[in-house]
């Protein structure tokens, strides 16, 4: 599975934002697939997950209640919703695949692939 995220750009504190991650390849209905994002200066961390039979879903406290995941498996895309942002959403934001997580969604490590970031700058 090859990723492409896209939809970054810069935003006032409050506003809005939509990423999505196309997809490449028949089986990425196949994929659990996740949001991940990396600070200046930070080390990358979770920030949404979604099955890959749209069932579940999980988010990080940091973004609960501001951020949906989603994803439409017919247009092999995922998205990220991001309401209310705030200036320490800033951050190269990257999506993932993995075929298993087994429970360990939130782990980098635990994905196969990655799509290149797309930067999300929120400015107060």
């Known amino acids: 599975v090859q990723l492409q995220a896209s939809g970054g750009g810069l935003v006032q504190v409050g506003g809005s934002l939509r990423l999505s991650c196309a997809a490449s390849?028949?089986?990425?209905?196949?994929?659990?697939t996740a949001w991940f994002r990396q600070a200046p200066g930070k080390e990358r961390e979770f920030v949404a997950f979604?099955?890959?039979?749209?069932?579940?879903?999980y988010y990080a406290d940091s973004v609960k209640g501001r951020f949906t995941i989603s994803r439409d498996n017919a247009k092999n895309t995922m998205y990220l919703e991001m309401n209310s942002l705030k200036p320490e959403d800033t951050a190269v934001y990257s999506c993932?695949?993995?075929?298993?997580?087994?429970?360990?969604?939130?782990?980098?490590?635990?994905?196969?692939?990655w799509g290149q970031g797309t930067l999300v700058t929120v400015s107060s």
């Open positions: 993932a695949a993995a075929r298993y997580t087994s429970g360990r969604y939130t782990y980098a490590e635990a994905y196969d692939y």
């Open positions: 390849g028949r089986t990425f209905s196949m994929y659990s």
């Open positions: 979604i099955g890959w039979n749209v069932g579940r879903t």
